[in-house]
Every structure is written in structure tokens, then in C-alpha cells.
């Protein structure tokens, strides 16, 4: 038997047949982003809710309760979406957010909500430039932050005036963690975190 020494280079490798995976996209979601109301701000706004005018309206869940920091879009690819997020935040630092006031809005002429405005501080103004910029999407209103407490519905374009409606919040919470919200399905309810990014206190941050 003839033996001999045999060079692979990358000339005569033999040619080996990949099967190429494409990425399976599932059905269209409706997702946003967004700073979900928890601890001793969501047991406050609940109180609230209890001593709303009684005209028709559906009042949010406490567990549902949100301010929304990126607008609802339609997402296919929610790994995408989710890493997007994820690399959007360069420094990922907890920081406060302030309530202000509990009112009807967004217009008190001929309102749909009723809602707490926060403060529009200049950290939450560049966290929400970043993600907008991130994930490749535009503000097509005026950005008022705000977490809604309930949506008016029915016949109520005069009852709600009968029903005076304006009451300061001294409300302060510290945001921990930014989510990518999924709406709930025809027929379901609650909003489903797909992706939950925590942020840290500064002095937590190694230098």
C-alpha cells in the first residue's frame, strides 16, 4: 500500500454544503417600550383610581399601569427588537421620575383619558431619544409624559364636565428597568413583558 503526504490548503479543500437557516418570523406584534408603575407609586395611583369621577370609563390595572417611552409599533422579529433595546442603553443608570398632576387629557376640551403627567427631566428626555433613535422610529405627537389611570368611554362628551377633575401627585419613583411590552392578544388582557432591561444606581457601577 502507497502512502503519501497529503497539503489541504484553502485551493483543494473540498467544498462542503452548508444548509443555510433563515430566521422564522412570527406573526406581527404590537410591542412598545416602556417604564412600568410599581411599588409604593402603583399602590398610590390605585388609591387614586378609587376616588375617580363616576362617569364611564374603564380604570387601567395596577399591574398594567406604564409610562410609555417608545410608541406602539408592529414587530415581527422580537430578538431583534429586544437586542436593539438592549444596546441602546450605553448607561444603564436607575434615575427618578416625577409626578405632577391628575388630570383629563391629552385635551381638557375634549379629553379620552384621564392620566398623572410626570416631569419631562432632561434624563428622561435623552433615554427616550436614544431608544427612538435605536429603534428606528419617529414621535408622531408631542411627547407629554403621562401614565394613564383610565380611558373614558361611552357617552361622556358632557358628563365630564359635571365632574371637576385636577389634583396634584407628590409622587416620586425610582425607575429600575425599562421593558419591550407586548400588547395582549385579541380577546386577552395585560401586557407581556418580552424583554426586561434593570438598571443600576451610578454608585453601584464599577469605575
Known amino acids: ?50 376616588g375617580l369621577p363616576s362617569i364611564p370609563m374603564r380604570v387601567i390595572p395596577k399591574r398594567d399601569l406604564h409610562l410609555t417611552l417608545v410608541p406602539p409599533w408592529l414587530e415581527r422579529d422580537i430578538p431583534s427588537a429586544s437586542k436593539r433595546l438592549r444596546d441602546a442603553i450605553e448607561r444603564p443608570f436607575a434615575f427618578p421620575l416625577k409626578f405632577k398632576y391628575l388630570e383629563y387629557g391629552p385635551s381638557s376640551d375634549a ?19 436614544r431608544l427612538l433613535k435605536a429603534l428606528g422610529k419617529k414621535e408622531e405627537v408631542p411627547f407629554i409624559p403621562h401614565v394613564t389611570v383610565a380611558r373614558l368611554r361611552g357617552s361622556f362628551a358632557n358628563s365630564f364636565k359635571n365632574h371637576h377633575l385636577g389634583k396634584r401627585v407628590p409622587l416620586t419613583m425610582t425607575v429600575n428597568a425599562l421593558e419591550l411590552l407586548g400588547s395582549p392578544h385579541r380577546g386577552g388582557i395585560g ?8 438598571l443600576h444606581r451610578e454608585e453601584e457601577t464599577p469605575r
Open 191 to 198: 401586557y407581556e413583558t418580552l424583554e426586561k432591561i434593570s
Open 111 to 129: 379629553p379620552f383619558l384621564i392620566w398623572i403627567t410626570c416631569d419631562a427631566s432632561k434624563k428622561l428626555l435623552e433615554l427616550k431619544k
Open 1 to 50: 500500500m502507497k502512502f503519501h503526504d497529503a497539503v489541504l490548503t484553502k485551493k483543494n479543500r473540498p467544498k462542503v454544503h452548508r444548509r443555510r437557516w433563515g430566521v422564522t418570523l412570527g406573526e406581527a406584534r404590537r410591542v412598545f417600550v416602556g417604564i412600568r408603575v410599581e411599588g409604593d407609586a402603583a399602590d398610590t395611583i390605585a388609591t387614586l383610581q378609587e
